[in-house]
């Protein structure tokens, strides 16, 4: 019965993903509480990481493999993503007796689930290395940060150079308009479907809205330790209406100009749709630069390997930060195989491991030491931005894990779909965040 069970959880699980427009490697079934057999264990002698960016699978796959030839110790990459709830497929684990030996945390919240469990590397070589640790309250260091990406509003250079359009002439609400117009108005010439690519599917993407386009009211054009409007949020469950309102104002123009399907397409019309240079700007971040070289490279290449870049989302005028941090981390599991799993995380924070990383995955090293550079869409602009301190640091990590998926999601679906306006979206929001930040 228990093996039944097992199968018709698996059949699930992939019956989801796919709806999702999600694609998993070596994705385990979700686990029953008792149930030996959530997973395959790592081979013997070898550890087993799970790993929630299913962008970087490919590389992570290549990593372990270059590893295992090196060092003769076996890594099980266990890489799903999407819209998949990562923190209740590793509690399944846990009761099942099947906790990887390192896993993926996103924020203080996932990080408050493990309290005891996770190993402080504090000691580890690689933590002198990098600030992009993450340090729990207690100051033990329970993070590996594999990569920092970026948030802002992505571009085609090629298409604006076709319009006529300087990004950096884009810089508060009034010129992000007149672009926006001007694009719209040359669709036809210049092969669009959309200005923007702007999708808002709650099932799918309720963490690009709720969460990856939330934060920019929170943080965007602030100072990395500024905190303000987080704060607000979380201390008193309000939100700054006049900030909010300007953020309002540009989602709703996202909405003006995104694909018919705005409310509807998911991940994948997104990503694919912005490599085959169908829309001038998209509401993804740095981690899709992968995408473009390696899932979508046959689009990417046949729109002309165009130059990426991107904006800051200026709401307001004079906003001129992208938002970068890490997407987040890697603990390890105290009651697993600690010492190769330690082993490991050294090894990819190494020139070997770096290499793959960043060239490969297409990451921004967090590692002070690396001397690989990406090749990767986004990468020059990222450096511009960190070079020139016009970055924001982002919190949405830290607000409850589940506000997204169970409440803001659904407002920016409701409003790209209209069925609510623009003064129905914020109150909304002012009802709504109280609930999610006391539930």
């Known amino acids: 019965m228990k093996k039944f069970l097992a199968i018709v959880l698996a059949l699930t699980m992939v019956i989801a993903l796919a709806a999702c427009g999600v694609s998993t490697e070596s994705a385990a079934p979700a686990a029953s509480s008792g149930d030996s057999q959530a997973a395959a264990p790592a081979a013997s002698g070898g550890i087993r990481l799970f ?22 110790k076996h890594v099980e990459v266990e ?31 996932d990080f408050s689930n493990w309290t005891g469990m996770m190993v402080d590397m504090a000691d580890q070589p690689w933590a002198a290395d990098t600030e992009a640790e993450f340090i729990d309250s207690t100051g033990a260091t329970v993070g590996f940060p594999y990569t920092t990406e970026a948030i802002g509003l992505a571009y085609n250079k090629s298409i604006l150079d076709k319009a006529g359009i300087d990004p950096k002439s884009i810089t508060g609400p009034v010129s992000m308009r007149a672009a926006f117009e001007k694009l719209d108005s040359m669709k036809d010439e210049l092969g669009l479907t959309a200005v923007i690519g702007w999708y808002t599917t709650a099932k799918e993407l309720y963490w690009s809205t709720g969460n990856h386009m939330f934060c920019n009211y929170l943080d965007a054009g602030l100072a990395r330790n500024d905190s303000t409007y987080f704060d607000l949020m979380m201390n008193e469950g309000k939100l700054d209406l006049d900030r909010f309102t300007n953020f309002a104002q540009m989602v709703a123009l996202f909405n003006e100009f995104a694909p018919a399907d705005t409310a509807s397409g998911n991940y ?42 991107m904006i800051p989302y200026a709401f307001e005028e004079g906003i001129d930060t992208i938002l970068t941090n890490p997407p987040s981390h890697w603990a390890v599991f105290k009651d697993g195989n600690v010492e190769d799993a330690l082993a490991f995380l050294q090894w990819l924070a190494g020139p070997d491991g770096q290499q793959i990383m960043v060239q490969e995955a297409g990451l921004n090293s967090p590692f002070a030491s690396c001397t690989v550079v990406a090749n990767d869409p986004f990468a020059p602009t990222i450096t511009e931005f960190t070079a020139a301190g016009k970055t924001s640091s982002w919190h949405f990590l830290d607000q409850p894990a589940n506000m997204a998926e169970d409440f803001t999601g659904a407002i920016f679906q409701d409003f790209a779909a209209g069925s609510i306006n623009t003064e129905e979206f914020i109150q909304d929001m002012v009802d709504t965040i109280p609930n999610a930040i006391n539930q």
Do not use: R
């Not at 819209?83 to 996103?106: H, R, W």
């Open 51 to 72: 790993n929630g960016k299913i962008e970087i699978a490919n590389a992570l796959n290549h990593a372990a493999e270059v590893y295992e030839a090196a060092t003769g």
């Open 79 to 109: 890489s799903i993503g999407g819209g998949v709830d990562l923190q209740s497929q590793l509690k399944q684990y846990y009761q099942a007796g099947n906790m990887p030996d390192i896993f993926t945390c996103e924020g203080t919240p």
């Open 268 to 309: 994948d019309n997104q990503v694919s749709g912005f490599a085959g240079g169908k829309f001038a700007f998209v509401t993804q971040g740095s981690w899709i630069g992968a995408s473009l070289t390696d899932q979508y490279k046959d689009l990417y290449a046949a729109a002309g390997n165009f130059e990426c870049g």
